[in-house]
């Protein structure tokens, strides 16, 4: 597993609609490795592909609950939005490729997701709260829609309100 470098913003491949994938190979899966690898060393809690320069619809996500459980590590290949709840709910969020600012972003509170494993069945869950959110951050970095685009505002945060923001 390597760690990669993450782009950040103004980098052109943040702003292209991601391809999707066919291939379920080796490559893929040393991508997917390469990702949480990266995600995990930065740290953050969710990575898009096009957010270390590859223009293709993978996201992997790891998240927690409950800080007493371990975090659940997620891999989705193409993964779409197919069922948005009705409530939505503004919250913090901060981006790996836009370091040391975060923003005020409405979203869904749940989310079902369809895609494909890293062997490529097809997965469908549904997701609520921290974690729907963390989803559709990372969905829109497939569709080039960058949180800073959705934020009501967006500023830099203390030292305090970092420590508890979830990207």
């Given amino acids: 597993m390597t760690i ?22 080796q490559d893929l899966l040393t991508l997917i490795d390469d990702m949480v690898e990266t995600m995990r060393d930065a740290p953050g809690v969710g990575l898009a592909a096009p957010q270390i320069g590859v223009s293709q619809r993978v996201i992997v996500i790891e998240y927690a609950e409950d800080e007493n459980k371990r975090p659940k590590l997620y891999a989705v290949i193409n993964p779409e939005i197919v069922k948005p709840s009705q409530e939505k709910e503004f919250g913090i969020e901060g981006c790996l490729s836009f370091p040391g600012l975060v923003g005020e972003v409405e979203r869904h509170l749940s989310v079902t997701v369809k895609g494909q494993n890293r062997f490529g069945k097809p997965i469908k869950m549904k997701t609520s709260g921290w974690l729907a959110r963390i989803f559709q951050h990372e969905i829109d970095h497939l569709d080039g829609i960058l949180y800073p685009d959705l934020a009501t505002r967006v500023w830099q945060p203390t030292e305090e309100e970092l420590a508890e923001i979830v990207d």
């Fill in 4 to 25: 990669r470098k993450i782009v950040t913003n103004p980098n052109p491949v943040l702003r292209k609609k991601a391809m999707k994938v066919s291939n379920f190979d």
